[in-house]
């Protein structure tokens, strides 16, 4: 089972509160997520805590996959991870960190990830999981850009190694 890594860096112009504020809100994850992935948040009024869990919905070349997320480590306002408990991957580990500079506040995404099905994971993987998650997360710090309008700048990634 391949493990890959996926790491960006995105500078947001803000406070490290309004900064944690708004990454600690489950539902604006949807904000973050392309349209064409058709996120849903299934578990409702979820408090963002260590051993929470919420359940969402994504469609992934229109199929509907369900994932289940735990929050396994909580840090406010400086960290929290993310653990798939159920979902597409084989395993998921998203570290978020929030790292207070002169400048604003860097958000981190930390991503350890690996696919099911060994080889034929692996072809996916080269073919299109990772073209898609890079995707994803340029959409994300795009994305930051227009809730924090003139507030943010990309610092560095998405990059994927093995």
């Not at 493990?3 to 112009?13: G, S």
Request: charged share 20%; glycine share 8%; aromatic share 12%.
């Amino acid at each position: 089972m391949g493990l890959y890594t996926l790491r960006c860096e995105t500078l947001v112009k803000k406070s490290l509160r309004d900064t944690f504020d708004f990454f600690k809100n489950p539902a604006n994850l949807g904000k973050l997520t392309p349209s064409w992935l058709n996120f849903r948040i299934v578990t409702k009024d979820v408090v963002m805590q260590q051993g929470a869990e919420f359940d969402y919905v994504i469609r992934w070349m229109g199929l509907p996959l369900k994932w289940r997320s735990v929050i396994t480590e909580y840090n406010p306002p400086i960290s929290f991870v993310d653990e798939q408990v159920k979902g597409p991957y084989a395993s998921w580990h998203h570290q978020h960190t929030f790292t207070e500079t002169p400048e604003g506040v860097l958000v981190g995404d930390h991503v350890e990830y690996s696919l099911p099905l060994g080889p034929l994971g692996a072809i996916a993987h080269a073919v299109m999981v990772k073209a898609q998650l890079m995707q994803t997360f340029e959409y994300r710090g795009e994305a930051l850009q227009g809730i924090f309008p003139g507030a943010t700048q990309k610092i560095s990634g998405p990059t994927i190694t093995s």
